[in-house]
């Protein structure tokens, strides 16, 4: 099961994703399409919080990486989140030509 709460503030023109549970299985297209519903309301800038997340399958994953391709800053405290995130942002960044951009989240 995952949790999903949504902030918006529109002041600062963002979204927060705050995740609890479990990133795998169904609840990966179910991230997916709440992402895709806050692109679609054009938000300059978007968290996904990572912190009550336990479990993150393959998909999950692939979902985390997508998201943080296209701009999301990506929160972790735990060890399991705080490697999947160091995966993915230190691939990004041997791979992308945005890297400085994105060593900025990084360090969030």
């Known amino acids: 099961m995952l949790k999903i709460t949504q902030h918006r503030d529109a002041a600062l023109e963002s979204v927060?994703?705050?995740l609890e549970g479990r990133l795998a299985g169904p609840w990966v297209d179910e991230l997916d399409a709440c992402?895709?519903?806050m692109v679609a309301n054009?938000?300059?800038?978007?968290?996904v919080d990572l912190t009550g997340?336990?479990?993150v399958?393959?998909?999950g994953k692939a979902l985390l990486t997508k998201l943080w391709q296209q701009g999301a800053e990506l929160r972790a405290v735990g060890c399991l989140?705080?490697?999947i995130v160091e995966e993915i942002t230190k691939a990004g960044h041997a791979?992308?030509?945005h890297s400085s951009?994105?060593?900025?989240?990084?360090?969030?």
């Open 16 to 18: 927060s994703f705050m």
């Open 81 to 83: 989140t705080r490697c």
């Open 95 to 97: 791979g992308s030509s």
């Open 57 to 59: 399958d393959a998909d």
């Open 101 to 108: 951009r994105k060593g900025k989240r990084e360090g969030s």
């Open 53 to 55: 997340v336990t479990f």
């Open 42 to 47: 054009q938000q300059n800038r978007s968290v």
């Open 35 to 37: 992402w895709h519903q």
